[in-house]
């Protein structure tokens, strides 16, 4: 992570000194956008015998965002997301059958849901004498809260059926994005925005309770890394 900030820092700080003449008009906007969510790392793993495999395919976000620069290039940033990524469960159902020949199994999931606040900072340099292009960076903190997927299984045979239920959980984790971006001043009102970033954060979830149809249900502890790369594109207001 303390990687990722310093080259973000410095990145950051040469666009600010290659663009630094040119200024904008305004001071910031506020911005609504959404987008496409994929999922890597574990969290992308489809190998259900490994314990920290997440089984999220690529799902969608809801963004707003907030910018204000405090000095000329650089300023302040906050952004309020949800975030959904389904899941892949037939690998779990795989796993079973391969494991039981004689036992057909069957699974059906939901998919991870979050939500969440970061704030921190940004820069903001245009990349053309009238500031209608404008290439921008932003590295936040802040908090996402999540809801594990439920996850149900059903499994039958000659000798019948039973299911099996990993119910959703909640947990709230500490987060960091780190991200780029274009915007197109449309006018000094109206903005056109893109963005791509990355976030990572790791939920640890108490209590997830596991039922079965014969009465049993017992109660475990379970972290996910949870890193997604995001693209969004939206609408922004320009502030004075």
């Known amino acids: ?12 700080l040469f666009i600010a000194v290659a663009f630094g003449q040119v200024t904008e008009d305004r001071r910031g906007y506020i911005g609504i956008s959404v987008g496409s969510s994929m999922p890597i ?6 190998n259900a015998n490994a314990s920290k495999a997440g089984l999220a395919t690529t799902g969608a976000i809801f963004d707003v965002s907030f910018a204000y620069k405090l000095k000329k290039n ?17 690998p779990l159902a795989d796993r ?3 494991e039981f020949p004689g036992v057909r199994t069957y699974a059906n999931g939901d998919g991870w849901s979050s939500g969440g606040f970061m704030g921190g900072v940004y820069s903001s340099s245009p990349l053309n ?26 499994a039958s045979s000659s000798e019948g059926s039973i299911w099996i239920r990993q119910n959703s959980a909640t947990a709230t984790s500490f987060s960091y994005l780190i991200g780029a971006g274009m915007r197109f001043n ?10 791509a970033d990355y976030l990572n954060y790791t939920p640890n979830f108490k209590n997830l309770k596991t039922t079965t149809s014969m009465g049993s249900s017992e109660n475990s502890n379970a972290t996910q890394e949870i ?3 995001n693209i969004g ?6 502030l004075k």
């Open 74 to 90: 650089f300023g302040l940033a906050a952004l309020l997301r949800g975030q959904y990524n389904p899941v892949d469960v037939q």
């Open 129 to 154: 004498q009238k500031a209608t292009a404008v290439f921008e960076l932003k590295t936040l903190v802040g908090f996402m809260n999540t809801t594990s997927p439920q996850i149900d299984m059903n």
């Open 1 to 12: 992570m303390k990687k990722n900030l310093t080259l973000t820092g410095i990145l950051m």
């Open 186 to 195: 449309a006018g000094k009102r109206i903005a056109f925005i893109l963005n």
């Open 233 to 238: 594109v939206g609408i922004a207001f320009r």
């Open 96 to 98: 079973m059958n391969r």
């Open 227 to 229: 890193q997604t790369l």
């Open 41 to 46: 790392g574990n969290f992308a793993s489809k």
